[in-house]
């Protein structure tokens, strides 16, 4: 358990014991604190009990008004805080021995329990603890714990580390500070301070031993920050590692009870290191009193702060740099900014002074730097625990602030009062307008002029002369009426009882005496032609009619036009209100927003970005961890202003509009060019950062040759086998597809021989004049060479691919097979079939003709069937294997490009193993064996992405895999949900496992497109799902592991950080990988899928 946990939970204690201790005192009227803290003790808790204990004892005290000392059980807390108490005059007598007088006290007490707890006392020691959750320190303790191994894992791939051109570079996400690349990043993109940090050189008696404290802890880490901002400006790498910097800040950033800081404090103290390294530089090169330092002048301003206290008038100047600013009860930056420069009363120490105090701030000087800091979190008292305030707040690009200045406060003044004149009148004006769109003096209420509509309507309805009772036909009732001789007259029923009802069924006596006193029309099944669809006037004149539809109009008329009138003013007010300080006096001190900091989550734990102005190319970019990305003002209010999910901003950065030095860049005073990158560098961290380009060159160079290498050894394999092929004099080996090196091979060539000698077979029939001797005549070894003289050439017409030439002998059926061969898996390829059929698993040549591959690769392909080793077995088919085998050989070279022909060949090896990993992936799913079908269909999911990235019939329904991925991580979510919910560690360690092995690695494949909107709300809703155990009581080791998993599962980065390797496949042949799929995909089509 940490120390602000135990902290609280303590105070929570006090403070349900107190609460515990007011509802007694107002039941009882008891005021003796020593009684009540016996019959607290002797009672367990139990109110009803302790009640009980105090009236059987007739405990009673003067009701008389006195001040109770409550005291907080806080380690070291002697202080006491006067809280006074006051009995209610009307005590309920509980003295009796009237016990529903007694509950119904103690129901009243309950009741009343949130307003005693809001008269509890609170010490000195809990404010601060308010303070300091107010600042998010919870939520960084949980980001800080992760150690770096759980979240960054680098790509064995150099290539996947570089940086590309001149793109900004990332930060690593070490593990500790989770917030320490949204602020750096923030700090290096102001140029002037870049500059600073970079130029900056140490003391020159800073060679010797630090002289204190100070010097120990800021010399190190302005090297260490130096170093990283020379690598941000000229490194080859995507992203960088700051672990060396973050080392520093570790021990720094603990306090004595070894409790993690929190965002604004790191601000704070980073920027008082900085100052502390430049006050050392500056005392040392100046002899001034007060030497100047760049990071004062450059962050911090000042502002006077006038008014009264205890009647008296004062004037202070005070200096600040982050300027604290809340949100809560606020809607737009402005309104935080009034209501922080004006305070309406200061807390007095003298209780009797009575005099009226407040105060002012006026900006006197502002920094070249603005930073707001947004304070969103609250400690809420009746839970005991920090919570975040998602309220939208709107900020604008530019924000200008004559209005705070101290040089302007007269008609600042008066301004505001002009605006207080007008809101005053604008809330006039509102309440007006509210009591014609809402009126009545009952609980419902209507716009006046739909009241005047629906009276005018009514009285120009068609009167009706009949009650519309005795207009019902009575010679044909419906079933489960009453005839309508048996109904009372209206009259009669408005005077007699409901004992004097005629004698019916239970349900027709119940609908009439419902209808005795409020009067309506009875409710029939069919309602005649004749009666009217709504109520009438039943007597009314034409001269009434004509009055009442004439006042009716008017009076209609009147209230639109005074709504209409209501409504131009309240928005002329909010016109005249948004342009009060539009004037150009009041635009002199523009301030641009240069970059917002992003919080995502709850209190107690998120994840941290930033989004920074590009100057140079005026745009918004965002810097999460490592990606950093091209981004817009849109997504920057989306996810900055609040009220949407989870994001919003907690800090703003503005700088000054008008000097450009903050945002300037060197010039090179020989050529006059801009210094970028590298050139920008003093010449020592120029020699660092080459240093480190060569290292990363040299992985580079390593990886290259470790790929070369591996070409070698693979075209070296390749020619081997290629001689031992050629040894063996046969083609047939050397030209088989390297999908079909596998451990069933011998099944799939089983299948293409039995499918080869079917077809054979089939043009033999078709010749039986001839047989094979007599069709092929000349021997076989002259194929080989020149072809014979009887040879012709046929002409195959393959759509989708084209026409080529076969030579075939004249009469034979060899030509014949290969046409019927063609002629077959064209028909395959065209066919439209159900899903649960695909024919391009079932033969290689379907799938090139879908997806317009080469002519002559599909040539080649068919002549291998044919020319398959297996065939020679068959007397029938052994001259065909020769003459496909001829025909193979007399394929140039350049007809045929050998890596296009590979490339096919292992796009289809790929799409079979795609269909495998979605059969056995879709498999596990129905078996609920949801761990195992992620791996398959994730595995699935990325390879059918790459093949799709060819061509839309290289792969499956994207869509399909997609869904089930998507269920299946929303299942194991579920799961281990679950099993944290069980509260056991055993299953509350599996569920975590769970997440952190399967869930939070994959997330960002969701993540990744954008456009894939069920992806991101699956995404939100597992997060959700979490999150909302933040506000739920639980056991604090729990608490402690939820605050340590959530910065994970809530990091918006889209980098992979772990992956698994691919699942082996188990041997398959092309008969079972048919079959299988088939049948996979027919359950699915008995199984709805919700929401695909």
Same mark, same amino acid.
């Given at each position: 358990?940490?120390?602000?946990? /135990?902290?609280?939970? =303590?105070? @929570?204690?006090?403070?349900?014991?107190?609460?515990?201790?007011?509802?007694?005192?107002?039941?009882?009227?008891?005021?003796?604190?020593?009684?009540?803290?016996?019959?607290?003790?002797?009672?367990?808790?139990?109110?009803?009990?302790?009640?009980?204990?105090?009236?059987?004892?007739?405990?009673?005290?003067?009701?008389?008004?006195?001040?109770?000392?409550?005291?907080?059980?806080?380690?070291?807390?002697?202080?006491?805080?006067?809280?006074?108490?006051?009995?209610?005059?009307?005590?309920?007598?509980?003295?009796?021995?009237?016990?529903?007088?007694?509950?119904?006290?103690?129901?009243? &007490?309950?009741?009343?329990?949130?307003? @005693?707890?809001?008269?509890?006392?609170?010490?000195?020691?809990?404010?601060?603890?308010?303070?300091?959750?107010?600042?998010?320190?919870?939520?960084?303790?949980?980001?800080?714990?992760?150690?770096?191994?759980?979240?960054?894992?680098?790509?064995?791939?150099?290539?996947?580390?570089?940086?590309?051109?001149?793109?900004?570079?990332?930060?690593?996400?070490?593990?500790?500070?989770?917030?320490?690349?949204?602020?750096?990043?923030?700090?290096?993109?102001?140029?002037?301070?870049?500059?600073?940090?970079? $130029?900056?050189?140490?003391?020159?008696?800073?060679?010797?031993?630090?002289?204190?404290?100070?010097?120990?802890?800021?010399?190190?880490?302005?090297?260490?920050?130096?170093?990283?901002?020379?690598?941000?400006?000229?490194?080859?790498?995507?992203?960088?590692?700051?672990?060396?910097?973050?080392?520093?800040?570790?021990?720094?950033?603990?306090?004595?009870? %070894?409790?993690?800081?929190?965002?604004?404090?790191?601000?704070?103290?980073?920027?008082?290191?900085?100052?502390?390294?430049?006050?050392?530089?500056?005392?040392?090169?100046?002899?001034?009193?007060?030497?100047?330092?760049?990071?004062?002048? #450059?962050?911090?301003?000042?502002?006077?702060?006038?008014?009264?206290?205890?009647?008296?008038?004062?004037?202070?100047?005070?200096?600040?740099?982050?300027?604290?600013? =809340?949100?809560?009860?606020?809607?737009?930056?402005?309104?935080?900014?009034?209501?922080?420069?004006?305070?309406?009363?200061?807390?007095?120490?003298?209780?009797?002074?009575?005099?009226?105090?407040?105060?002012?701030?006026?900006?006197?000087?502002?920094?070249?730097?603005?930073?707001?800091?947004?304070?969103?979190?609250?400690?809420?008292?009746?839970?005991?625990?920090?919570?975040?305030?998602?309220?939208?707040?709107?900020?604008?690009?530019?924000?200008?602030?004559?209005?705070?200045?101290?040089?302007?406060?007269?008609?600042?003044?008066?301004?505001?009062?002009?605006?207080?004149?007008?809101?005053?009148?604008?809330?006039?004006?509102?309440?007006?307008?509210?009591?014609?769109?809402? !009126?009545?003096?009952?609980?419902?209420?209507?716009?006046?002029?739909?009241?005047?509509?629906?009276?005018?309507?009514?009285?120009?309805?068609?009167?009706?002369?009949?009650?519309?009772?005795?207009?019902?036909?009575? &010679?044909?009732?419906? *079933?489960?009426?009453?005839? %309508?001789?048996?109904?009372?007259?209206?009259?009669?029923?408005?005077? @007699?009882?409901?004992?004097?009802?005629?004698?019916?069924?239970? @349900? %027709?006596?119940?609908?009439?005496?419902?209808?005795?006193?409020?009067?309506?029309?009875?409710?029939?099944?069919?309602?005649?032609?004749?009666?009217?669809?709504?109520?009438?006037?039943?007597?009314?004149?034409?001269?009434?009619?004509?009055?009442?539809?004439?006042?009716?109009?008017?009076?209609?008329?009147?209230?639109?036009?005074?709504?209409?009138?209501?409504?131009?003013?309240?928005?002329?007010?909010?016109?005249?209100?948004?342009?009060?300080?539009?004037?150009?006096?009041?635009?002199?001190?523009?301030?641009?927003?240069?970059?917002?900091?992003?919080?995502?989550?709850?209190?107690?734990?998120?994840?941290?970005? +930033?989004?920074?102005?590009?100057?140079?190319?005026?745009?918004?970019?965002?810097?999460?961890?490592?990606?950093?990305?091209?981004?817009?003002?849109?997504?920057?209010?989306?996810? %900055?202003?609040?009220?949407?999910?989870?994001?919003?901003?907690?800090? #703003?950065?503005?700088?000054?509009?008008?000097?450009?030095?903050?945002?300037?860049?060197?010039?090179?005073?020989?050529?006059?060019? +801009?210094?970028?990158?590298?050139?920008?560098?003093?010449?020592?961290?120029?020699?660092?950062?080459?240093?480190? $380009?060569?290292?990363?060159?040299?992985?580079?160079?390593?990886?290259?040759?470790?790929?070369?290498?591996?070409?070698?050894?693979?075209?070296?394999?390749?020619?081997?086998?290629?001689?031992?092929?050629?040894?063996?004099?046969?083609?047939?080996?050397?030209?088989?597809?390297?999908?079909?090196?596998?451990?069933?091979?011998?099944?799939?060539?089983?299948?293409?021989?039995?499918?080869?000698?079917?077809?054979?077979?089939?043009?033999?029939?078709?010749?039986?004049?001839? &047989?094979?001797?007599?069709?092929? =005549?000349?021997?076989?070894? $002259?194929?080989?060479?020149?072809?014979?003289?009887?040879?012709?050439?046929?002409?195959?017409?393959?759509?989708?691919?084209?026409?080529?030439?076969?030579?075939?002998?004249?009469?034979?059926?060899?030509?014949?097979?290969?046409?019927?061969?063609?002629?077959?898996?064209?028909?395959?390829?065209?066919?439209?079939?159900?899903?649960?059929?695909?024919?391009?698993?079932?033969?290689?040549?379907?799938?090139?003709?879908?997806?317009?591959?080469?002519?002559?690769?599909?040539?080649?392909?068919?002549?291998?069937?044919?020319?398959?080793?297996?065939?020679?077995?068959?007397?029938?088919?052994?001259?065909?294997?020769?003459?496909?085998?001829?025909?193979?050989?007399?394929?140039?070279?350049?007809?045929?490009?050998?890596?296009?022909?590979?490339?096919?060949?292992?796009?289809?090896?790929?799409?079979?193993?795609?269909?495998? !990993?979605?059969?056995?992936?879709?498999? /596990?799913?129905?078996?609920?064996? !949801?761990?195992?079908?992620?791996?398959?269909?994730?595995?699935?999911?990325?390879?059918?992405?790459?093949?799709? *990235?060819?061509?839309?019939?290289?792969?499956?329904?994207?869509?399909?895999?997609?869904?089930?991925?998507?269920?299946?991580? #929303?299942?194991?979510?579920?799961?281990?949900?679950?099993?944290?919910?069980?509260?056991?560690?055993?299953?509350?360690?599996?569920?975590?496992?769970?997440?952190?092995?399967?869930?939070?690695?994959?997330?960002?494949?969701?993540?990744?497109?954008?456009?894939?909107?069920?992806?991101?709300?699956?995404?939100?809703?597992?997060? $959700?799902?979490?999150?909302?155990?933040?506000?739920?009581?639980?056991?604090?080791?729990?608490?402690?592991?939820?605050?340590?998993?959530?910065?994970?599962?809530?990091?918006?980065?889209?980098?992979?950080?772990?992956?698994?390797?691919?699942?082996?496949?188990?041997?398959?042949?092309?008969?079972?990988?048919?079959?299988?799929?088939?049948?996979?995909?027919?359950?699915? &089509?008995?199984?709805?899928?919700?929401?695909?």
């Amino acid at each position: 358990m940490t120390v602000e946990q /135990n902290v609280l939970q =303590q105070s @929570a204690a006090q403070k349900h014991q107190q609460t515990f201790l007011n509802q007694l005192r107002e039941i009882t009227g008891i005021n003796d604190a020593q009684i009540l803290q016996q019959a607290l003790k002797d009672s367990n808790g139990n109110l009803e009990l302790a009640v009980a204990f105090l009236t059987a004892k007739n405990a009673k005290t003067p009701q008389q008004e006195e001040t109770a000392y409550y005291q907080t059980a806080l380690p070291g807390n002697d202080r006491y805080i006067s809280v006074g108490s006051q009995a209610d005059t009307n005590v309920i007598d509980l003295t009796g021995d009237d016990k529903d007088d007694l509950q119904r006290a103690i129901a009243l &007490s309950l009741a009343e329990s949130n307003r @005693a707890f809001r008269e509890t006392g609170i010490t000195d020691e809990e404010q601060a603890i308010s303070r300091v959750l107010e600042a998010s320190i919870a939520e960084n303790k949980a980001c800080l714990k992760r150690t770096p191994t759980e979240v960054w894992r680098d790509s064995r791939n150099p290539y996947d580390r570089k940086r590309q051109d001149k793109a900004p570079v990332g930060l690593k996400n070490v593990g500790n500070t989770c917030w320490f690349s949204a602020v750096i990043q923030s700090l290096f993109n102001l140029l002037e301070f870049r500059r600073l940090v970079l $130029n900056y050189k140490p003391p020159s008696n800073a060679q010797d031993l630090p002289r204190n404290q100070k010097e120990h802890r800021n010399l190190p880490f302005m090297r260490e920050l130096r170093y990283l901002f020379a690598l941000l400006v000229g490194t080859k790498r995507k992203y960088v590692d700051p672990s060396r910097a973050v080392e520093i800040l570790k021990d720094a950033f603990k306090s004595n009870d %070894s409790q993690q800081q929190d965002v604004s404090e790191f601000t704070h103290k980073l920027l008082d290191w900085l100052e502390d390294a430049f006050q050392m530089k500056a005392e040392e090169e100046t002899d001034e009193e007060k030497p100047k330092n760049p990071m004062v002048e #450059l962050f911090y301003g000042r502002f006077l702060a006038v008014g009264v206290l205890e009647g008296k008038k004062f004037e202070n100047t005070e200096m600040f740099g982050q300027y604290p600013l =809340q949100v809560n009860g606020f809607k737009d930056l402005h309104e935080c900014l009034e209501a922080a420069m004006i305070e309406g009363e200061i807390e007095s120490l003298h209780s009797e002074n009575s005099g009226k105090s407040g105060q002012e701030h006026w900006f006197t000087e502002l920094p070249p730097v603005l930073t707001f800091e947004l304070s969103r979190f609250e400690f809420n008292q009746a839970l005991g625990r920090p919570e975040k305030i998602h309220n939208k707040l709107e900020f604008p690009q530019v924000l200008y602030l004559d209005r705070y200045m101290h040089r302007n406060r007269e008609i600042t003044r008066i301004k505001r009062e002009e605006i207080k004149r007008l809101k005053d009148y604008l809330t006039v004006l509102q309440q007006r307008l509210e009591r014609y769109l809402s !009126y009545g003096s009952g609980p419902k209420r209507f716009p006046l002029v739909d009241v005047l509509q629906y009276a005018l309507e009514f009285a120009s309805s068609k009167p009706v002369c009949t009650s519309p009772v005795d207009d019902i036909d009575a &010679s044909s009732p419906s *079933s489960g009426s009453i005839p %309508s001789q048996t109904l009372p007259s209206t009259t009669d029923q408005q005077g @007699a009882p409901s004992s004097e009802l005629p004698s019916t069924s239970p @349900a %027709s006596i119940a609908a009439i005496s419902s209808r005795s006193v409020i009067h309506k029309p009875f409710t029939q099944s069919r309602i005649p032609p004749d009666l009217p669809m709504h109520p009438a006037p039943r007597h009314i004149t034409e001269e009434e009619l004509s009055v009442l539809e004439s006042c009716l109009h008017r009076w209609r008329t009147e209230i639109e036009n005074d709504t209409r009138d209501l409504q131009e003013s309240i928005s002329r007010i909010h016109r005249t209100i948004e342009l009060m300080y539009s004037d150009k006096s009041m635009i002199q001190v523009p301030y641009r927003l240069h970059a917002v900091l992003v919080h995502e989550g709850q209190a107690n734990a998120g994840h941290y970005w +930033a989004y920074i102005f590009d100057h140079r190319e005026n745009r918004w970019m965002k810097y999460n961890d490592i990606a950093v990305t091209k981004s817009s003002w849109e997504e920057l209010v989306r996810d %900055s202003f609040g009220g949407y999910r989870n994001a919003s901003a907690y800090c #703003l950065m503005y700088i000054n509009d008008k000097p450009q030095f903050l945002i300037q860049e060197e010039f090179n005073k020989e050529t006059g060019q +801009a210094l970028v990158g590298i050139e920008t560098l003093p010449p020592d961290l120029r020699d660092f950062v080459e240093e480190d $380009n060569q290292r990363f060159e040299k992985e580079l160079e390593e990886w290259d040759a470790q790929l070369a290498q591996k070409a070698l050894q693979e075209k070296l394999l390749a020619s081997q086998k290629l001689r031992e092929s050629e040894s063996s004099m046969t083609t047939a080996q050397a030209g088989e597809p390297e999908y079909l090196e596998q451990p069933s091979r011998s099944d799939f060539s089983k299948h293409l021989k039995e499918e080869t000698i079917r077809i054979i077979t089939k043009a033999s029939h078709e010749h039986e004049d001839k &047989s094979p001797e007599t069709v092929l =005549q000349s021997k076989p070894e $002259n194929t080989t060479s020149q072809p014979p003289s009887n040879q012709q050439v046929v002409e195959v017409a393959i759509p989708h691919v084209g026409k080529f030439m076969i030579e075939s002998k004249e009469g034979g059926y060899d030509d014949e097979a290969i046409k019927l061969e063609y002629s077959r898996l064209v028909k395959l390829a065209q066919e439209d079939t159900p899903p649960e059929t695909d024919y391009r698993l079932h033969h290689v040549v379907v799938y090139f003709i879908q997806n317009q591959a080469p002519k002559k690769i599909i040539e080649k392909t068919l002549l291998e069937q044919f020319a398959d080793r297996n065939l020679s077995f068959d007397e029938r088919c052994h001259n065909i294997m020769k003459v496909a085998q001829a025909k193979i050989e007399m394929i140039k070279p350049e007809e045929v490009n050998l890596e296009e022909y590979e490339e096919w060949h292992q796009d289809y090896r790929k799409f079979r193993e795609t269909t495998m !990993y979605l059969i056995i992936g879709l498999e /596990n799913f129905q078996r609920e064996s !949801y761990i195992d079908s992620l791996l398959f269909l994730i595995c699935a999911y990325q390879n059918n992405k790459e093949l799709l *990235s060819k061509g839309p019939h290289r792969g499956h329904d994207e869509e399909l895999i997609s869904h089930y991925r998507r269920e299946c991580l #929303l299942k194991l979510n579920e799961q281990a949900a679950e099993l944290f919910e069980s509260g056991e560690d055993r299953e509350v360690n599996n569920g975590l496992i769970i997440m952190n092995e399967f869930i939070v690695p994959f997330l960002p494949l969701l993540l990744v497109d954008e456009m894939e909107e069920k992806d991101i709300l699956a995404v939100e809703d597992m997060r $959700n799902r979490w999150c909302s155990y933040l506000g739920q009581e639980m056991e604090s080791n729990l608490q402690e592991k939820l605050t340590d998993f959530l910065p994970k599962l809530l990091d918006c980065s889209t980098e992979i950080k772990g992956f698994h390797e691919p699942p082996k496949l188990p041997p398959y042949s092309t008969h079972e990988l048919c079959e299988r799929f088939t049948r996979i995909m027919l359950s699915l &089509s008995r199984t709805p899928a919700d929401g695909r």
